[in-house]
């Protein structure tokens, strides 16, 4: 829906203050599709069921 692009600014700023405390280097062996994938299971778990 139209909450994608919010929804990734707020990871960015995540993603901006996590690396200012933790070695950036660690974040970077993250994918970044492993981490929207992530992001889209929890809200699938979270949010309203899927549909069939």
Known sequence: GG???PLA???NQLL???S???DAG???QLPL???L???RQL???HGKPPEH
């Open 20 to 22: 200012s405390r933790f």
């Open 3 to 5: 909450d994608l692009m």
């Open 37 to 39: 994938a992530l992001v």
């Open 43 to 45: 809200r699938k778990q």
């Open 16 to 18: 901006i203050n996590l």
């Open 26 to 28: 660690r974040l970077e």
């Open 33 to 35: 599709r492993r981490l």
């Open 9 to 11: 600014a707020a990871l």
